[in-house]
């Protein structure tokens, strides 16, 4: 059997379906000795992938329960699109497997905050804006200033369950209608937020003046005075948990 | 016969250990305070006199990872120990992690960068494992071009890692030593000897461990690895599985001891990934390296002074 040829899928199929599709006349030795082989490299694939994805939602399997947490994740890690994620990926999507596999919406939620607090641990560096920065400018000055939502920060209104869980580590966030997830610095900071704030980081992914940050379409708040203050109140805010990079 | 050519290793020739972020802290206290005083860019008045790190674990963007990273950087020689390359592979080495592991050299500069003699599935399903390549002309063929492009990628010369091995290709043409001998020879690359990974594959394939570690040219070997195994009863035989999770065996340490009388003062690594233990551990475990170091190479200093007067 030449190896590259179909050695190395033969050695797959074992591997993926079991020791019936093991390759009897790949290897040397004992059957009893290959099949120890084999195992010890199928049960390194199984764990490293399993652990993985403990490590990466510690709080949703606290949440679920090991037992039912480790079931959806043997499903998950052989499916065809996360074969192909390095392990530091293989998070993606398992919230909304989580919803596949009939867990709660808030369970799913869970997951979603904790693959986004990781993102914003691991995203890249940015220098994060300062309100000093803003309260030096005139207000033409203001109006034509561009911003941008900090590379490492991300906003979105959760479950219930996930306001109340972390909310036992982050006062005010049990009562918020959403949350900033942000890495200004070297931490990762979890903030609460208004829905409006969500709203504008959503508004910021590309670079944009606040100027026209207070037209955004869709407002359901008229450009008067009390929104273009709402808005203003809502930045500052945002600003203030370091979810707004410098331009 | 004691090795005469020094293999040229930007690593200093003494003992390091795998950086984890648990060690932080403690780790970069330890550099910190061994160059205070010292024209040295390396630790000298500490046991360790470098780290290694697997890149993977670095290629996120940002965060908290590099902030650590860049302060050693700055500090020590850094070894980049990949375990993603899959330079066996059928379909080749896989590009995207060629791609962000050129990045991470051009970002840190390294004073050393490897992968292993093995492959990690395809494309559609990456194993986060190390599987075994069989030692023949076909695959010597096609792992030489393979780890030919990584080195014309990255602009340098880098080691491969003789793999622990659980399995034994009916097919094998030639031996290790000699598969990457004639590896070395075609690339320019060097070798990273594993010496827990000759006791882990001497014993699950009934192989002589003195044997495999006489047969590597100690002249190719640019940096060694020393680390723990799990060991399994079997009605067949005992079954070593390299976990990297716990103290050098007494057998590893022989076989290293073995190879440092011929070999001389190579860079050395205490490799501990699983259940990993306090630094102090890992400090211990290097300042027995570097004993086995130091008394090699007194060794070889007598051996030589009587071979001269001889002469």
Not at chain 1, 40 to 65: D, Q, Y
Not at chain 1, 95 to 111: K, N, P, V
Not at chain 1, 158 to 176: K, R, S
Request: aromatic share 6%.
């Amino acid at each position: 059997m030449r190896w590259l040829d179909s050695g190395q899928s033969a050695m797959m199929a074992a591997l993926d379906h079991g020791p019936a599709h093991m390759p009897a006349e790949l290897f040397a030795g004992s059957p009893e000795r290959v099949l120890a082989g084999m195992k010890v490299h199928a049960n390194t694939i199984s764990h490293a992938r399993l652990v993985a994805l403990e490590e990466t939602f510690p709080r949703t399997r606290e949440h679920i329960g090991h037992d039912r947490f480790n079931q959806h994740s043997r499903l998950f890690v052989v499916q065809p699109r996360v074969t192909a994620l390095p392990l530091a990926q293989i998070g993606t999507g398992f919230d909304r497997f989580l919803i596949d596999e009939g867990e709660t919406a808030a369970a799913a939620d869970l997951a979603r905050f904790e693959w986004l607090w990781l993102t914003a641990y691991h995203a890249a560096e940015a220098e994060p804006l300062a309100l000093d920065v803003l309260t030096g400018l005139t207000p033409d000055e203001l109006l034509e200033h561009t911003i941008m939502r900090h590379p490492a920060a991300y906003a979105s209104q959760f479950d219930p369950l996930v306001h109340q869980l972390i909310g036992a580590e982050v006062a005010g966030l049990d009562a918020a209608e959403a949350i900033v997830i942000a890495r200004p610095q070297a931490q990762v900071l979890v903030s609460p937020a208004s829905a409006l704030m969500a709203q504008l980081l959503a508004a910021t992914k590309n670079p944009v003046t606040i100027s026209n940050l207070l037209n955004q379409p869709g407002e359901s708040m008229d450009n008067n005075e009390a929104a273009v203050a709402a808005i203003m109140q809502a930045l500052v805010a945002l600003i203030n948990a370091g979810a707004i990079a410098q331009v | 016969m004691l090795a005469d050519i020094i293999p040229p290793s930007p690593l200093p020739p003494g003992t390091g250990v795998g950086l984890k972020p648990q060690h932080y802290s403690q780790a970069l206290e330890l550099v910190s305070a061994s160059i205070v005083g010292s024209d040295s860019s390396s630790c000298s008045d500490s046991v360790l006199s470098w780290f290694e790190v697997h890149p993977q674990n670095y290629f996120g963007a940002g965060g908290p990872p590099h902030r650590w990273l860049t302060a050693f950087a700055e500090r020590v020689p850094l070894s980049f120990h990949s375990v993603g390359l899959s330079l066996g592979s059928r379909d080749g080495v896989d590009c995207d992690e060629l791609e962000q592991l050129a990045a991470l050299c051009n970002r840190y500069a390294p004073a050393m960068v490897s992968d292993h003699l093995s492959w990690s599935g395809s494309a559609s399903n990456r194993y986060p494992d190390l599987l075994p390549v069989p030692y023949t002309n076909e695959a010597l063929d096609h792992f030489a071009a393979q780890v030919a492009l990584v080195q014309d990628r990255l602009g340098r010369t880098m080691l491969i890692e003789n793999p622990s091995r659980y399995l034994a290709f009916a097919g094998d043409e030639m031996s290790e030593a000699d598969f990457l001998h004639t590896l070395c020879a075609r690339t320019g690359c060097g070798i990273l000897f594993d010496i827990n990974n000759i006791e882990v594959s001497a014993t699950n394939l009934g192989l002589e461990a003195d044997a495999m570690i006489d047969a590597i040219d100690p002249t190719l070997v640019g940096e060694v690895h020393l680390a723990g195994h799990a060991s399994e009863d079997h009605p067949h035989g005992p079954l070593l599985i390299d976990d990297h999770g716990s103290r050098v065996s007494d057998e590893t340490w022989r076989l290293f001891e073995r190879f440092a009388q011929r070999a001389g003062a190579r860079p050395v690594l205490i490799e501990w990934d699983t259940d990993v233990p306090e630094f102090d551990a890992l400090l211990a475990e290097a300042a027995i390296a570097a004993a086995i170091i130091r008394r090699a190479t007194r060794n070889r200093q007598s051996v030589r002074g009587k071979l001269h007067a001889l002469a």
